[in-house]
Structures are given as C-alpha cells and as structure tokens.
Nanobody, 124 residues
C-alpha cells in the first residue's frame, strides 16, 4: 500500500502561482510513476500531468502545457506540481496518484493509489 497526502492548495488570484506537493509513504515510492489529476464541480476527473520514476519523461494536458511543471524528489518521496499563470478554469480539487507500473498514463484507471485531494480556487 502507498499512502498519498496532497498539500499546497488554496485561494489565488488569476495570474498567480501555487505549488502543490504530494507526499508518499508506505511501500517504496521510487518505482512508481506519479500523476496529477483534477476535478472541477460537476465534471469528470481529468489528467493534468504525469512523470516517470526517473523524472526523465513528463507529460502534460494541453490545457496546462507551458504553465504547469511536474517534478519529483525521490529522496523525499514527494512529487510536486508548480502551477503558474493560473486561470479561473484551473479551479478544481487536485489529486495525486501513483502507478506501480511506472507508466505515466493519462487514464484514471491506470493508477492504483490516490490522495484525498487539495482544493485550488482561482479568482478572476
């Protein structure tokens, strides 16, 4: 089992920045691909970004490309999502997820473990 705990959400004005963190505990973290997803009210959970264990392969949703950066520190068992130039449409609950197959998938079903989410609200 892997436990994931997100933090760093909050209220920010449009154009601002936030950094989300996801701390992992339990089984080894370093063999897992990690992903960030988000879910806005009334919408399905959607892919935001993903990273392989090595950190060498990164993937982003088109809606966040150029604004968000995913990275990880395996020595701290933590993955981060740096969010810049935030827009009102980025408002959502953000979830991190772990895939033990080290595949940075865009699909929710590829991930076995999920955090409880952290809320991001961007005011316009």
């Amino acid at each position: 089992q892997v436990q994931l705990v997100e933090s760093g959400g909050g209220l920010v004005q449009a154009g601002g920045s936030l950094r989300l963190s996801c701390a992992a505990s339990g089984r080894t973290f370093s063999n897992y691909a990690m992903g960030w997803f988000r879910q806005a009210p009334g919408k399905e959970r959607e892919f935001v970004a993903a990273i392989t264990w090595s950190g060498n392969s990164l993937y982003y949703a088109d809606s966040v490309k150029g604004r968000f950066v995913i990275y990880r520190d395996n020595s701290k068992n933590t993955v981060y999502l740096q969010m810049n130039s935030l827009k009102s449409e980025d408002t959502a609950v953000y979830y991190c997820a772990a895939n033990p197959n080290d595949i940075p998938s865009r699909w929710v079903r590829a991930y076995d473990y999920w955090g409880q989410g952290t809320r991001v609200t961007v005011s316009s």
